[in-house]
């Protein structure tokens, strides 16, 4: 079993930064790709960012694009979200997720495994 662990969330002004952290642990081996999606209460689930495990190829969302980085440490199996110039559209509660299958990295429907989210809250 995998469990993802989402930690970084907080309260910020806007123009700053945050730094999301996801720890996997547990059977880590097939992780193809992992992914960050954001939700707001009656909002569908958006994507944000996805690292391709091995290659590490990374993929953005146009709303997100230059202002936040997607990282990625194998050895430690954590991958990163670095947040910067955030504004208040971006508050939402952020997720990982884990993919073990070529997918489209864009679609959370296709992951297999989620955190339990953590709150980011950007002040105007």
């Known amino acids: 079993q995998v469990q993802l662990v989402e930690s970084g969330g907080g309260l910020v002004q806007a123009g700053g930064s945050l730094r999301l952290s996801c720890a996997i642990s547990?059977?880590?081996?097939?992780?193809?790709?992992m992914g960050w999606f954001r939700q707001i209460p009656g909002k569908e689930r958006e994507f944000v960012s996805a690292?391709?495990?091995?290659?590490?190829?990374?993929y953005y969302a146009d709303a997100v694009k230059g202002r936040f980085t997607i990282s990625k440490d194998n050895a430690k199996n954590t991958v990163y979200l670095q947040m910067n110039s955030l504004l208040p559209e971006d508050t939402a509660v952020y997720y990982c997720?884990?993919?073990?299958?070529?997918?489209?990295?864009?679609?959370?429907?296709?992951?297999?495994?989620w955190g339990q989210g953590t709150q980011v809250t950007v002040s105007s």
């Open positions: 547990g059977r880590t081996s097939g992780t193809i790709g």
């Open positions: 690292v391709i495990w091995t290659a590490g190829t990374t």
């Open positions: 997720a884990r993919a073990t299958r070529p997918v489209n990295l864009r679609a959370g429907r296709l992951y297999d495994d």
